[in-house]
């Protein structure tokens, strides 16, 4: 008595086929594991390693978040991926590092592999579509070669037939075939279940994501990231971001400076070089539409230094591409002394030579700045800021990723165990900033919608006392108050989400939303900081 095979047995002998498109799959991991991008960075090798490991083994079912985790990560049996959104973060970041070696290094490779959102399984895809060699000649007719063809990344494209075993390729098609119509039919049982029951999967609670955007399908590509004044060649800061030493300048000249407090940032070290005099950035930049953030904290005029100093001590002008981009800039009037000032620019683009240009100039004193950061932008829109009140990455079951909070003054840092309900997110609720704070959040001309999450930790949660009135506190924008008398418990109770948005607000002149939490009773707090724009500028 034979032994049943399944559909793909039948269809795909491994004898026949697998064999060598699994070797093909082998190669392109090792090439990707032992190339420059990944090199420093041992352990998204070691989390590609691992998910590749069960996809050959045919553990495709095994590869989970919690045992992702627990292999990889080394979390206990006891992981919460409500609360611990390590994979997710880290998936997130390999997705990057895997773009950025097939945007590089890796540009020739035949197969690319691909996770995609909401998904730890690898994915193998055909680079170059009926090409064996990007050099491939012209053929006899003398018409023109094939087309380089780069595959979609949210996409896995059936190969094209190879004329010399027609016949597996028609079987080939008719498996997709039969695998497609299972899995509209299962899609179709589960719409129609949802629709028949959806009343239980309606929460009467609070849920912040309802509040917040989809999904954030943000722009790929390189980021730029120059540490002004910096010798070495490269620096790594809070959030795992490298730094550039210095380059792409003329004239002027480095300063290193002492260690100092520096507030509004996770990052001090990055303001304690500069590159000041007069001097101009000719930055090379593929065409397209960039973000621009310029980054200063003045510590020369300030208290702390020998020279004092403050307002007026140094103010300069900076062009971009021959424009005026900063007028009669002083660093102290747009966010004080020992403060990272951090001004964003959209809708940046490269110059008709292909570089990036920007000069300074001096009115009182010598310019200087700190940093350059150019990232993908998103036409006649800034990059959503999200943040959550914690000292780590939190992906949410959307795949948006929320920074460590940062451009905080003020405040502290809590953890309380409490579970949170009311959001398919309660990890984005775990942490809180309390006291009397602000943020000073960077924006460019427009308005924009502020999404601010909230859940009542403590007090009538592990407090196990008080409850309504405990806490109390108001919150502005730019000085003007956007709600006061705030109850987190008297609004939502303890353990439960609570979300207010916020539309129209528009940035100071310095380029700042500065979003202040102040006390009537006890603390303010907040727990998660959620800010896009609303308009477009032509």
């Known amino acids: 008595m034979t032994t049943p095979t399944s559909i793909q047995e039948r269809l795909f002998p491994p004898a026949e086929i697998n064999q060598n498109r699994t070797n093909e799959e082998r190669a392109a991991l090792q090439a990707v594991v032992a190339s420059r991008t990944f090199e420093s960075t041992p352990r998204l090798a070691a989390l590609l390693q691992y998910i590749c490991d069960r996809y050959f083994g045919g553990g495709i079912d095994a590869i989970k978040e919690y045992s992702i985790a627990t292999d990889v990560f080394r979390r206990p049996p006891s992981f919460d991926q409500a609360t611990d959104s390590i994979v997710r973060v880290e998936v997130f970041r390999l997705r990057k590092r895997l773009r950025e070696f ?105 849920a912040p994501l309802a509040a917040a955007s989809a999904p954030a399908v943000l722009p790929s590509g390189p980021e730029i990231r ?17 730094w550039t030493g210095d380059r792409y300048f003329s004239g002027g000249f480095a300063v290193e400076l002492p260690s100092q407090p520096i507030a509004r940032t996770r990052n001090p070290e990055l303001y304690l070089t500069a590159r000041t005099g007069v001097f101009s950035y000719k930055i090379p930049l593929a065409p397209g539409v960039y973000e621009l953030r310029l980054h ?71 310019p200087m700045i700190n940093a350059i950061e150019i990232l993908p932008g998103i036409p006649h829109r800034l990059r959503p800021i999200r943040m959550v009140a914690q000292n780590s990455f939190f992906v949410d079951r959307s795949g948006n990723l929320w920074m460590p909070d940062d451009y905080f003054s003020s405040g502290r840092i809590a953890s309380d165990k409490l579970a949170i309900a009311g959001t398919p997110d309660p990890g984005l609720l775990t942490g809180e900033r309390y006291g009397n704070f ?80 102040v006390p009537d009773v006890n603390y303010a707090s907040v727990d998660a900081l959620e800010l896009d724009q609303e308009d477009a500028r032509h």
Not at 154 to 181: K, S, V
Not at 226 to 242: A, H, L, Q, T
Not at 345 to 362: A, E, I, Q, T, Y
């Open 102 to 206: 097939y945007d590089g290094e890796g540009s020739a490779q035949p197969l690319e592999i691909v996770i995609a959102p909401g998904h730890y399984r690898p994915e193998f895809i055909e680079r170059f579509q009926g090409l064996t060699s990007p050099e491939a000649p012209a053929d006899e007719t003398g018409s023109d070669p094939p087309r380089r063809i780069h595959a979609d990344r949210t996409a896995q494209p059936l190969p094209p037939p190879a004329p010399e075993r027609p016949a597996i390729d028609r079987r080939r098609r008719i498996a997709f075939l039969i695998l497609a119509a299972v899995v509209i039919t299962a899609a179709a049982v589960a719409s129609a279940f949802w629709w028949t029951h959806r009343e239980r999967f309606v929460s009467s609670e609070p």
């Open 226 to 242: 120059i540490r002004c004044g910096y010798s070495r060649p490269i620096f790594k800061d809070d959030e795992g971001d490298i």
């Open 438 to 517: 602000s943020y000073a959040l960077p924006a460019d001309e427009g308005t924009y919608t502020l999404t601010l999450y909230f859940s009542e930790k403590y007090w009538g949660g592990v407090s196990k006392q008080g409850g309504q009135g405990s806490r109390v506190f108001d919150i502005f924008s730019n000085g003007v108050a956007l709600a006061r008398r705030v109850d987190i418990f008297k609004e939502a109770g303890a353990g439960q989400a609570l979300v207010k948005v916020y539309h129209g607000l528009k940035p100071n002149a310095q380029g700042k939303l500065i979003v202040s939490f």
């Open 296 to 366: 200063f904290a003045e510590t020369t005029y300030s208290p702390n230094s020998t020279l004092g100093g403050g307002e007026n001590s140094r103010v300069f002008d900076a062009q971009l591409n021959g424009r005026p981009l900063l007028t009669q800039f002083d660093i102290v009037n747009d966010a004080g002394a020992n403060t990272a000032d951090v001004r964003v620019f959209r809708d940046v683009s490269p110059d008709k030579d292909g570089n990036l240009h920007l000069d300074f100039s001096g009115s009182l004193s010598l």
